[in-house]
């Protein structure tokens, strides 16, 4: 699930937005009640990576399979999301069932391995194109072992 272009005003409009879409495809009972979820984490610590990349997450009772929905922001357009070398160009959200702590730790940690590559994180901000986004999210993530 991929939205291009993005013009949200904060952060809590972008990954509202991001989880919209994870509720459109099926992947959320009762979305007031994830967003809660979301935010409460998003307190509890920044979610900013370098590299102009948000990754909010949250483990959630309202949610149904492991979900990632990527936002990239319009140009100009970015938002803090605490990360030190700056705002995010790029947006994930990350969502898993409350009851899958070992899959939001496997899927944190392949999105880390690969965020932490320049290439990859300069593939997400350059692609015009849901298909590849979704693509280059899927080489990292094997939704099928989930």
């Known amino acids: 699930m991929v939205a291009l272009q ?33 935010h409460r984490h998003e307190h509890q610590l920044a979610t900013g990576l370098p590299g102009g990349i948000g990754l909010a997450h949250a483990r959630s009772d309202f949610v149904s399979a492991p979900s990632i929905a990527v936002g990239v922001m319009a140009y100009g357009q970015s938002l803090d999301f605490g990360a030190k070398d700056g705002p995010a160009h790029v947006v994930l959200l990350l969502a898993t069932p409350a009851s899958s702590y070992s899959e939001h730790l496997m899927m944190l940690a392949a999105l880390a391995r690969s965020l932490a590559k320049d290439s990859f994180r300069e593939s997400l901000r350059r692609a015009n194109d849901a298909g590849v986004i979704a693509g280059l999210v899927g080489s990292t993530i094997d939704f099928s072992t989930l």
């Not at 949200?8 to 937005?17: C, E, I, N, Q």
């Not at 994870?22 to 979301?38: I, N």
């Open 6 to 38: 993005m013009v949200t005003p904060t952060r809590d409009s972008t990954v509202a937005a991001l989880a919209g879409l994870l509720q459109d495809a099926g992947r959320l009972s009762d979305l007031p009640g994830f967003l809660a979820d979301v």
